[in-house]
Structure formats: C-alpha cells, structure tokens
C-alpha cells in the first residue's frame, strides 16, 4: 500500500542554498533525500497494515486454542480408556 506524503523540495533547496549550498548541490542533495525517503515509504506498514496483520493473528491463536483443547480431550479420553482396560484386567479381591 503506498503512501501519500508531500515533500516540498523548492523549500528545502532554499534552506541548503541559505547554508552555503549552490544551486546544483542543494537541487541534488533534495533530490537524493526524496528518493531516500520515497524507498522508505514502500517499505513502511500502514495502521491498515498492522489491522490486518493482528487480526489475522488472532484467528490463527483461536484456531491453535481449539486444535489444543480437541487434542487435550483425545488424549485424556484415552487415558481414561487405558485405565478402565488396566482395572478390568486386575479386578480388585
């Protein structure tokens, strides 16, 4: 998702050509500055992003609660089988 930010370069050419700057190098150094922060941008998340990101998260952390409390009863189920089978086996005198 790209993102939308404005980056006034006339204004910034005149803040370096203020510093000492010619023409060139100021016009040049805005120029990196905006392709530096243009590359960045592409790169950054979105609060869209980060919804999106968590929510599926969530659902993920619901499903594995679920897997784990199924495997949870199937293991105790067999438990349970396993020792009715082991007092059947040895009845009490």
Known sequence: ???AATFDTHTYV???KAAGFSENQAEEVVTAL????????????TKGD????KAELETKIADAKAETIK??????A????????ILKMF???
């Open 71 to 76: 495997w949870m009863f199937g293991v105790a």
């Open 78 to 85: 067999g438990q349970a089988v396993f020792v009715i089978t």
């Open 1 to 3: 998702m790209a993102i």
């Open 14 to 16: 005149k803040r370096f």
């Open 91 to 93: 009845p009490a005198r």
């Open 50 to 53: 980060i919804k999106e990101a």
């Open 34 to 45: 905006r392709e530096v922060r243009d590359s960045k941008l592409d790169e950054m998340a």
